[in-house]
């Protein structure tokens, strides 16, 4: 026991000592060539690039120097004059063939204030209900757009022409965004780039602006609380600590469409993540009864933005779900209280089991049968809440038996081991009263011997 202990120690630290070593090497290994390659064009007018490096296969770029609005801008001692062509030099359209031209039309190839000239169509500030064409004049093209970015979609201005903020916006109302209310005008930079306000990481903050501004909404009857309702929310909570999965105000809202999902998508939209509710659903008299009541699949019970942890939902209490709608119904009622009692009977269960096994991790013993049945316990609660959605009394009966079945399991499991540990006590006990007896009879044995030679040396 305790020999194989060290042995295992042993192999531990040489795993870990050896694991240190090779994690050191790699981070004094050279970067892989590919990085340098990989690097951004420069931006134009400032054509260095580091020696050496591959260009990538590029289609044949224009004269460098045709930009010359960017040029002389970004030499103009007017600070304001000069930040459209700063900004532009770090944005994801420095790309020299991405030019000022594309908005602000004029004569990119002019290196004169005449430039502007009015006659070329010179726009001094595209308005708000402008914006969209601008910016739609390049990303409705998918020929132009792939030879910079295969992966971008093209469907941007279709989609926000669709959503209400595009037609609010079209029709001039500048509290509606437009394109450069998301992503900025001169500096707008990729989603992926930590510090753009349309990136995941950051777009709650860029909605709320507006959607969690009161005076903004009232002017259309809209509430001001989804992005602090949203945060206080399971899915909120999870995103801030770092979930991946949990769906942000896009999640939900394509940010292009904007527009309210409407009764028959929400499903959809759930659905999306959590399929396994919505096909059980399906099956339950719920699914087709909202359906004709022209209520949405899940906000009646869960809601939409406040979404929050559901283990009050089932029963008959009065900020239950089902109180909301059954407040007379006798046969809804009684499965309501019946669901109750099935999941708070489970739950009381696995938390029992969690509690014997930590004691008896805490103590020593080691049992990882019991935490395997402790997990698969876990794993049975989840589908018997799964159940619900059925409202299928028989089966989410089943359900509970099994999951009881699994709670019981760990429970023998944990005794055995603690019955166990007793009996290796009392063995150990045994053999120290074995072993002190023979030491005394040994110490007796060599006493006498002693004695006797004593004895016969006299
Ligand atoms: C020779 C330098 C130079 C060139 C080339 C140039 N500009 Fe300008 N631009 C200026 C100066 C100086 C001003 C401010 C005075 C004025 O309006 O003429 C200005 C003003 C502007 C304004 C208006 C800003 C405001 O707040 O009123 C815009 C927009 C603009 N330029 C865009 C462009 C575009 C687009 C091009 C290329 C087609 C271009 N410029 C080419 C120097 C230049
Ligand atoms: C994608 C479209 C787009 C491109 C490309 C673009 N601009 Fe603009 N620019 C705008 C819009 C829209 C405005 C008006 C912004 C506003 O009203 O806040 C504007 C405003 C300006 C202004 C006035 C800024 C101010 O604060 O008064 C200047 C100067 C300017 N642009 C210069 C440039 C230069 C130089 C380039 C190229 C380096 C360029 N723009 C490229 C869309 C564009
Ligand atoms: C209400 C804010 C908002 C408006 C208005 C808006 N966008 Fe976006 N846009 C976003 C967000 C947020 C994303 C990131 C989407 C994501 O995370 O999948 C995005 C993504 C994009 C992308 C990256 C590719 C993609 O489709 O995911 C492009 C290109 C783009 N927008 C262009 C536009 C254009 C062009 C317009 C105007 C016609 C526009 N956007 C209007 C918020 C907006
Ligand atoms: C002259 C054409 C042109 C115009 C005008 C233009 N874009 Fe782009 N835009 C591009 C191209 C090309 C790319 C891809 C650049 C790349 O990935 O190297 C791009 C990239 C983007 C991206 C980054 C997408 C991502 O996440 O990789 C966004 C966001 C975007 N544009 C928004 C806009 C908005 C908003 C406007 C209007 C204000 C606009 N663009 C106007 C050509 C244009
Ligand atoms: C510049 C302010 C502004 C920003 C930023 C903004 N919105 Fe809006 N939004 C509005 C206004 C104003 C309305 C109501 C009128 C309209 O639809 O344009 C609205 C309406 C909506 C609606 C309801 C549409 C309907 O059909 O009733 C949804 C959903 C929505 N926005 C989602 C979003 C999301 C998601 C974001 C962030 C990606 C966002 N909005 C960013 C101003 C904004
Ligand atoms: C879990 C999905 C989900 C998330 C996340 C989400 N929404 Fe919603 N949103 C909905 C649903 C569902 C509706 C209501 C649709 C209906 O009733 O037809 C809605 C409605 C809205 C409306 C219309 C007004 C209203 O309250 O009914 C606005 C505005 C809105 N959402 C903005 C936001 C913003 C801003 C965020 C981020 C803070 C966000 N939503 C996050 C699902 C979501
Ligand atoms: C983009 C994915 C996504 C979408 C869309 C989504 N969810 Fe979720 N949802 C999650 C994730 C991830 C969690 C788990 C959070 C956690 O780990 O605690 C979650 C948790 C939940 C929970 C709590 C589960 C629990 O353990 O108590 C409920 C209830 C829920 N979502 C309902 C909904 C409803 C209703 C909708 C549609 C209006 C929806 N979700 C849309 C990803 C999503
Ligand atoms: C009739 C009310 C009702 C409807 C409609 C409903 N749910 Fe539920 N949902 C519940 C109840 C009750 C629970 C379990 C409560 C508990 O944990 O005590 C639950 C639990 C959940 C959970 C948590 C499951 C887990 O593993 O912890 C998710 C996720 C969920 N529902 C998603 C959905 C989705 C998606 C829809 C739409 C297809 C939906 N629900 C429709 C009442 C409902
Ligand atoms: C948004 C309102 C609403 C909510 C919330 C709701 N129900 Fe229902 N429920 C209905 C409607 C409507 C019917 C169909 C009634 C009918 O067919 O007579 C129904 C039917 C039922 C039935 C079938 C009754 C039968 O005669 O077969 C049961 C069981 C039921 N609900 C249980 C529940 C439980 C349990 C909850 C909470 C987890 C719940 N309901 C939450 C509206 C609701």
Excluded at 275 to 303: I, M, N, T, Y
Aim: aromatic share 4%; proline share 5%.
């Amino acid at each position: 026991m305790r020999s194989s202990e060290h042995t295992l120690l042993f192999a531990a630290s040489i795993a870990l000592a050896v694991g240190v070593a090779s994690s050191a090497s790699r981070a004094d290994a050279p970067p892989l060539p590919s990085a340098s390659a990989a690097a951004p064009p420069a931006a134009s007018g400032s054509a260095a690039k580091p020696a050496g490096s591959e260009e990538a296969p590029r289609p044949k770029r224009p004269e460098r120097d045709a930009n010359t609005c960017f040029t002389c801008h970004l030499s103009l001692p007017d600070a304001k004059l000069r930040k459209a062509a700063e900004e532009f030099s770090h944005s994801v359209h420095k790309d020299e063939r991405i030019g000022c031209v594309a908005c602000h039309k004029g004569n990119a190839s002019d290196p004169t204030v005449q430039a502007h000239d009015k006659t070329t169509g010179f726009i001094v500030r595209p308005t708000h209900a402008q914006v969209a064409a601008l910016c739609g004049g390049c990303h409705e093209d998918p020929t132009f757009v792939r030879r910079f970015n295969a992966r971008l979609g093209v469907d941007q201005r279709k989609l926000f022409e669709l959503s209400r903020h595009g037609k609010m916006a079209a029709a001039g109302d500048a509290a509606s965004p437009t394109c450069t209310n998301c992503h900025g005008v001169h500096g707008i930079l990729a989603v992926s780039s930590p510090n753009a306000e349309v990136n995941r990481r950051r777009v709650r903050d860029l909605c709320a602006k507006c959607h969690g501004n009161v005076e903004t909404m009232k002017p259309y009857g809209l509430a001001a609380t989804q992005p602090v309702a949203w945060s206080k929310s399971v899915h909120g909570k999870a995103f801030h600590e770092g979930s991946e999965q949990a769906p942000t105000c896009t999640g939900c809202h394509s940010p292009h469409a904007g527009t309210l999902p409407g009764t028959a998508s929400v499903a959809a939209l759930c659905d999306r993540c959590h399929q396994d509710e919505r096909e059980l659903f399906l099956k339950s008299p719920h699914s087709r009864a909202f359906r004709k009541l022209g209520l949405a699949d899940c906000v009646p019970c869960h809601g939409d933005h406040d979404v929050t942890r559901t283990s009050w939902l089932a029963g008959m209490t009065p900020d239950s779900a089902c109180a909301k709608c059954h407040s007379k119904d006798d046969k809804p009622k009684k499965v309501a209280e019946d669901i109750a009692v099935l999941l708070e009977d489970v739950q009381k269960a696995e938390h029992a089991a969690a509690v014997d096994l930590a004691e008896a991790k805490t103590a020593g013993l080691l049992v990882p049968d019991a935490s395997f049945a402790v997990d698969r316990l876990r794993t049975a609660k989840i589908r018997l809440i799964t159940t619900v959605h059925t409202l299928d009394m028989q089966q989410l009966g089943d359900d509970a038996n099994a999951a009881k079945m699994i709670a019981q399991e760990a429970r023998d499991l944990l005794t055995k081991a603690r019955r166990d540990r007793q009996v290796e006590r009392r063995g150990y006990f045994v053999a120290i009263g074995l072993a002190s007896l023979l030491l005394t009879l040994l110490v007796a044995k060599s006493i006498q011997l002693a004695r006797r030679r004593r004895r016969g040396e006299s």
